[in-house]
């Protein structure tokens, strides 16, 4: 667990509880009884020589000029009209990040690995830990419960069953694996990859890749000659580097055709098939295994060759097929290319006629979240200058790890080889983030324990959450030196074992919501930032991301005179101007829509996103922090 501040600042409040307050306080300045006596600021207070690391907490001291209780923390800055730089702190700093790629990987794992069972709370299932406090007398030991306030008793019958917590793992980063699996001896070898491909009409439209000259005529392509070429490299390069890897071809137009490995009959699904759910997917289900690619790969290439364009766009049934033949083995992939709006069967985009019912997004919510059950990585494509609605069709890979991009001719090739090169490393990823009671996590939970279903992870993932505390609670937390948060995180490998990592840390807390400039990580807020607000977009909560943007740039803005290098600061910038233009770009894009358009109440004002805005917004959340330690910058996946 990564945390963009060093303390926890207790009395932040969204923007719209603190209406009413000053942005500057005026020593003397009374406030109603009802008002908590601290403000939400940071201290930008000019130092002669910036230090490269963040500066410490300010020692207590028990002798000054005006003496202070030694119990508080470091003194809060003077409030006085003499204090400079100062503003209402409007965005939140209480911010954790999980780089779950590096976490679920326990091949680099440092942590300690545990042979016991977790000893879990009765009431909100927190683990015991290296931190918690317990008591022990001759018929029980006592654990009070440092999130919940729980009294947990164990007997010693159950400390005789091997759960006893008078020994407790010495470490904070703790291991619990089960070697029992769920299955049989899984070769990671044995996973599967279908290319779904598009052979509507439309992909016979052409692009020139060479121009002409006088000795010459120019050099036009089609989209499926494009494709096709690109399966055939990429067809050669999984022959190289892994020759017992499975491949399927899958193509669909007006129908669905499954050439399998290329070496048996093509199986297709037309007409009332392409609307039937279950029989669509019991057909990829049943289907028969494909062979490795070193005994198929000429008939492969073949099937590749042979393909032609014409008719609608079945794009949903051939999706569902493909996931269910790949849903065979855990951590297989599909990788669909298409360049045209689903119009005929299930998960059609297309509205027939003004009297037809709008369509759903429930197909392809529906099929994301199986796929991601069952440890399926999907990858969509799509082409440039068309309407896919890939806000919709990309939930596919947004749910399971897969990559959303838009190519052309030249590009297709490139991003077909980045998807192959992704790699399940977990499935069923589950993390559990719980804290104290009396904290709870904005636009997640109301409450102290949070719980957020992954899926597949694949290297480089990370998710972000913010978290506060209850205006009702901030006067005992700021009574408190430290406080306890745990993940919990609970996965399967690729071997099919089942690993619940636990990760407890404290935090030290902040009398005030002042805070250190330099004390804050802008690598992670600047990365929750992108991934909220495209969440929001996606929901429809376009003025709460713009608010969030503005939140960030005042933050940026009251640090920059406190960062060390001119150079971070310039990034971080960037990045928030970035951000900012992007999310003008897409009010401006669904005010457009909504206003030539009446939507249904199937429908959300993200649906008439165009794709390259969709494209975006998927890349802001999956928005990550790269480089090395003391030099993290956020970055947008490309």
């Known amino acids: 667990m990564e945390f963009a501040c060093s303390h926890v600042v207790c009395n932040w409040r969204p923007e719209a509880l603190a209406e009413g307050f000053p942005s500057t306080l005026p020593c003397g300045l009374s406030r109603t009884h009802s008002e908590h006596p601290y403000d939400n600021r940071i201290a930008v207070i000019p130092s002669p020589m910036p230090s490269l690391t963040p500066p410490p907490v300010p020692p207590r001291r028990t002798t000054q000029k005006h003496p202070r209780p030694t119990s508080l923390p470091p003194p809060v800055p003077p409030r006085g009209l003499e204090a400079k730089g100062q503003t209402r702190l409007k965005a939140n700093v209480n911010v954790v990040s999980l780089k779950v790629g590096n976490l679920v990987d326990i091949s680099k794992a440092t942590s300690i690995q545990s042979s016991q069972k977790p ?227 299930l998960g059609q985009l297309e509205q027939e006629s003004e009297h037809s019912p709008a369509p759903s997004p429930y197909f392809y919510n529906k099929l994301a979240n199986h796929a991601a059950e069952k440890g399926v990585i999907v990858s969509v494509m799509t082409f440039e200058g068309e309407d896919c609605r890939l806000a919709e069709v990309g939930k596919l890979a947004d749910h399971t790890g897969g990559r959303i991009n838009i190519v052309n001719i030249g590009t297709v090739a490139t991003e077909i080889q980045t998807a192959l090169a992704d790699n399940v490393l977990a499935t069923n990823v589950m993390a559990t983030l719980l804290a104290p009671d009396g904290v709870y996590f904005p636009y997640e939970e109301d409450n102290h324990k949070l719980v957020r279903e992954i899926g597949n992870v694949t290297d480089g993932v990370e998710i972000t959450f913010q978290f506060a505390v209850r205006p009702d609670k901030v006067d005992s937390f700021q009574r408190r030196d430290r406080v306890p948060f745990q993940l919990q995180l609970s996965f399967k490998t690729r071997d099919m074992k089942k690993v619940t990592r636990v990760i407890t840390q404290q935090k030290r807390v902040t009398t005030s919501s002042w805070v250190w400039a330099g004390s804050l990580n802008m690598s992670v807020l600047g990365v929750h930032c992108a991934q909220l607000c495209a969440r929001l977009t996606m929901e429809g909560r376009i003025q709460e991301a713009q608010s969030q943007l503005k939140a960030q740039q005042d933050l940026l803005k009251d640090i920059s005179d406190q960062k060390p290098v001119a150079k971070e600061e310039s990034i971080y910038g960037n990045w928030i101007s970035t951000m900012s233009m992007i999310c003008e770009d897409l009010t401006t894009d669904i005010k457009d829509y909504s206003e030539t358009t009446t939507l249904s109440a199937s429908q959300t004002p993200t649906t008439g996103l165009s794709d390259e805005a969709a494209k975006v917004v998927y890349q802001m959340k999956r928005a990550k922090s790269v480089g090395g330690k003391g030099r993290k910058v956020a970055m947008l996946e490309s």
């Open 119 to 345: 000893v879990h709370c009765e009431k909100c299932r927190a683990v015991m830990s290296s931190v918690s406090n317990s008591q022990s007398s001759p018929q029980a030991t006592t654990w009070c419960c440092e999130f919940c306030g729980m009294q947990n008793v164990l007997s010693q019958s159950e400390v005789k069953m091997g759960r006893s917590p008078l020994w407790t793992p010495p470490g904070r980063d703790v291991l619990y694996v089960d070697e029992e699996i769920d299955a049989d001896y899984v070769n990671l070898e044995d996973m599967l990859v279908v290319f779904c491909v598009d052979i509507s009409g439309s992909m016979s439209v052409t692009s020139e890749v060479s121009p002409g000259n006088s000795m010459r005529s120019p050099t036009y392509v089609s989209r499926l000659q494009g494709v096709q070429d690109a399966l055939q490299m990429a067809l050669s390069s999984l022959l190289k580097s892994s020759p017992h890897r499975r491949v399927a071809l899958v193509t669909f137009n007006d129908e669905v055709t499954v050439y399998g490995d290329g070496t048996g009959v093509p199986l297709s699904l037309r007409d009332w098939a392409l609307v039937d759910f279950d029989h669509v997917q019991q057909q990829g289900e049943k289907y028969a295994t494909p062979h490795c690619i070193a005994e198929t790969y000429q008939c492969l290439t073949q099937r590749v060759k042979e393909l032609r364009e014409h008719g609608a766009t079945a794009l949903g049934p051939a999706a569902l097929l493909s996931v269910a033949m790949a849903s065979q083995f855990t951590g297989s992939k599909v990788i669909i290319c298409t360049d045209g709006r689903a119009n005929i069967g």
